[in-house]
């Protein structure tokens, strides 16, 4: 398979990946997600809704996928083992028998009824419903200038959501996931997000690149090996073994942020779709508390309760510069790799200075539920200015420091 190159933008809270489907292309602009297979985007400008996203009502303005209007688009048929993937199906008939089919038609593998409408649910409590939908994708490859067209690629057209106001694409493991379907699951890919400075701003872009050039002249990266959770096959997991504030105070680390129980809980989670990194609460706690046995500054509960963060300090600003004097948050992954977190991707401002002090808080949660599914997440706040490398003919995940503005420069990416 060729390679692809696309822009992404850093958008709220994940970054948007420009997804361009039917003929003649229609654009979207979707979250990027590796903790999730299913790509789906909004459908029918007049019927799409989406529950519970108070906070996203300009969402309801955002375009909609027409089918009518792509002389390429057709529905996936109930045969199709992609249906019966995103039906999560043992049995292949299931599906068939779902949209009516008689026995005899089922044994015989001949059933042209369409896939039976489906619902697909997200780790974080969201929930989309739609059909299979099959149409042509257009993509950028190696060169910017150059597009490549895949038909017949598999996403969802979705009408009702429930907390999911915006689309996905799907950088899972799974059969429906774009990298499965596009052949890149042999090679790997990988992106550098930019800060969230830059916001909204489309022309300062992340750069997404997905196969042998994702991998190709990164020897000298630090890599770890992927974890495979008995639970989770699809997704990506790594092994966390220790934390370290500035230079000499270690966070023990429990042993299951690094091995999976015997129902497959535990690990590591990266995942481009969360915005802060999740860590269990006990272990929360201890790096709270190596935190502030190193700051003097003084802490805002005001900001704390309001904004949900546990550790918040107002940070005197001098000559425009409201940087501060923050320790090193370091994390220690299996095989000897340590990724020094850039300190923006650690305190983030809250407000805007006032009286020359500006109040920045730690961006690090913990978990909701320690006891199902992954024991962490490594989310896309603290990936950022890192090029992260899924090297997936290895098994193992790589880590880069770098400047992502540079790096996408170096792709063509930013507009002059």
Known sequence: MLDMLEPLIEHRDGYLFPLKLGTPPQVFQVYMDTGSDLTWVPCWNLTFDCMNCDDYRIYKLMASFSPSLSSSSHRDLCGSPLCSNVHSSDNPYDTCAEAGCSLSILLKGTCPRPCPSFSYTYGGGGVVTGILTRDTLRFHGGD????????????????????????????????????SQLGFLNKGFSHCFLGFQFANNPNMTSPLVMGDLAISCKDHFKYTPMLRSPMFPNYYYIGLEAIVVGNNVSIEVPS?????????????????GTTYTQLPRPLHIRLLSGIQSKMAYQRSSKFEKRTGFELCYKVPCSKNSCIGDFPSITLHFVKDVKLVLPKENCFYAMAAPVNNHVV?????????????????????????????????????????????????????????
């Open 360 to 416: 920045k808080c730690l961006l690090f949660q913990s978990m909701e539920d320690e006891t199902y599914g992954p024991a962490g997440v490594l989310g896309n706040f603290q990936q950022q200015n890192v090029e992260v490398v899924y090297d997936l003919e290895k098994e193992r995940i790589g880590f880069h420091p770098m400047d992502c503005a540079s790096s996408a420069a170096s792709h063509g990416l930013l507009e002059k």
């Open 256 to 272: 299951n942020l690094k091995a999976f129980d015997s129902q497959g809980n535990g690990g590591l989670l990266i995942d481009s």
């Open 144 to 179: 910017t200038g150059v597009l490549r067209d895949v038909t017949n690629f598999c996403f969802g057209c979705v009408g009702t959501t429930y907390r999911e106001p915006i689309g996905i694409v799907g950088f899972g493991r799974g059969s429906l996931s774009l990298p």
